[in-house]
Every structure is written in structure tokens, then in C-alpha cells.
T-cell receptor, first 110, second 120 residues
């Protein structure tokens, strides 16, 4: 059974701080990794994907992948109240179907 | 604009009633999926399809049925056999072939806006 684990939170950070969201996965054959943001009552939207070890930056977001340790993280710099949402980690291995974690709730307070 | 549409946005079901949720995409994606999301929970896969007239059960298919008669459409029927159907239902699609720029493994899923189903 492929598993993707996330701390459910909530993770609470002050405005302007760095929010760090983590995800671990069980399948060593996993190839691609996705971070989705889901606002309450809305559908998930893709914010980052990564498939090579190391860091990938896009604006205030940085995805970090460490395949040897089987974890992927998402850093949000200069966190804003509008970043308050649930962040879902999704992992794909040999199948085109991703496995989703349960998500981490992030609260950015002014 | 390309995208995925779901209807209705809100749906109410009476006991013993079958209801059908609509999902349409114009992204020319081969694969389509149905997920169920309960409060505070992640996404659980109900059914998926990678080609017209073919679909497979996901992790929680009992009490649900689907059809894939057209590439663009993947409706989900919640039958009376589903005893606890109140949830948020999400339809998604993705490409599964390779492109000139990336392998199939990197193809992300795109989600529709969702249908919130409530049992009366």
C-alpha cells in the first residue's frame, strides 16, 4: 500500500514568516511530486511540482525533494493571510494515478 | 477557456434515491477521475478511466457507478447502495501520454469546482 503522510496541523505562522510543510512517502519508486492548495469549500489547485532531488523555486514557493530520505517539503516565504488553506501533497510512481496525503492546514495570522 | 466543469454545485439526495453528478472537460485529456472528500480528510479515489468505454474501480467504489461514453464526459452515479454519501465530490482529469517537453509521469491533475452532496 502506497502511503503519503502529512501532519494535519493546523500549522500557525505569523504574517511574513516562512511556513514549512512536510510530506513523507513510502514508495521508493515514486517519480513525481505535486503540491496542491485547497481553500475551504473549493477544489485543489496545483501550485508546485518537482521530480528531481534538490530545490525548485517559484516566486514565494520552494519545493524541496530528497528521494533518499523519501520526503518532499514546501516552503512559503513571506507568508500572507491569503496563504491560509490546506496543502495537499501528491506522489506518483509507476502509475499515472497519484496518491494524495490528507493535507496540512496552514493558518497565517496577521 | 479550457477546463473542467461539474454540475450541480449543490445536490440533495433523499433516502433510496440515485443521483448523477456531471463532469465535463475540454482539455483533451485521456484520463478522468472521481474523488470523494470528507471534512478534514484527504482525497479518496472512487473510479478512474483512461480511455473511452473503459474504467476501473478505485479505493471506495462500492455504491457508485460511472460511464465513459465520450472522452469529454465522465458522470458519476451515487446509488442508494451508498449508505453515507454526504461529501464533497471532485472530478479531475490529466494527460497520460508523453509530450515533447515532459514524460507522462509529470502530468498533473486538474480539478473541477466540485459538487457538494447532502443526504436529506
Amino acid at each position: 500500500q502506497k502511503e503519503v503522510e502529512q501532519n494535519s496541523g493546523p500549522l500557525s505562522v505569523p504574517e511574513g514568516a516562512i511556513a514549512s510543510l512536510n510530506c513523507t512517502y513510502s514508495d521508493r519508486g515514486s517519480q513525481s511530486f505535486f503540491w496542491y492548495r485547497q481553500y475551504s469549500g473549493k477544489s485543489p489547485e496545483l501550485i508546485m511540482f518537482i521530480y528531481s532531488n534538490g530545490d525548485k523555486e517559484d516566486g514565494r514557493f520552494t519545493a524541496q525533494l530528497n528521494k533518499a530520505s523519501q520526503y518532499v517539503s514546501l516552503l512559503i516565504r513571506d507568508s500572507q493571510p491569503s496563504d491560509s488553506a490546506t496543502y495537499l501533497c501528491a506522489v506518483k510512481g509507476g502509475s499515472y494515478i497519484p496518491t494524495f496525503g490528507r493535507g496540512t492546514s496552514l493558518i497565517v495570522h496577521p | 477557456d479550457g477546463g473542467i466543469t461539474q454540475s450541480p454545485k449543490y445536490l440533495f439526495r433523499k433516502e433510496g434515491q440515485n443521483v448523477t453528478l456531471s463532469c465535463e472537460q475540454n482539455l483533451n485529456h485521456d484520463a478522468m477521475y472521481w474523488y470523494r472528500q470528507d471534512p478534514g480528510q484527504g482525497l479518496r479515489l472512487i473510479y478512474y478511466s483512461q480511455i473511452v468505454n473503459d474504467f476501473q474501480k478505485g479505493d471506495i467504489a462500492e455504491g457508485y457507478s460511472v460511464s465513459r461514453e465520450k472522452k469529454e464526459s465522465f458522470p458519476l452515479t451515487v446509488t442508494s447502495a451508498q449508505k453515507n454519501p454526504t461529501a464533497f465530490y471532485l472530478c479531475a482529469s490529466s494527460a497520460i501520454g508523453t509530450s515533447s517537453t515532459k514524460s507522462w509521469s509529470y502530468n498533473e491533475q486538474f480539478f473541477g469546482p466540485g459538487t457538494r452532496l447532502t443526504v436529506l
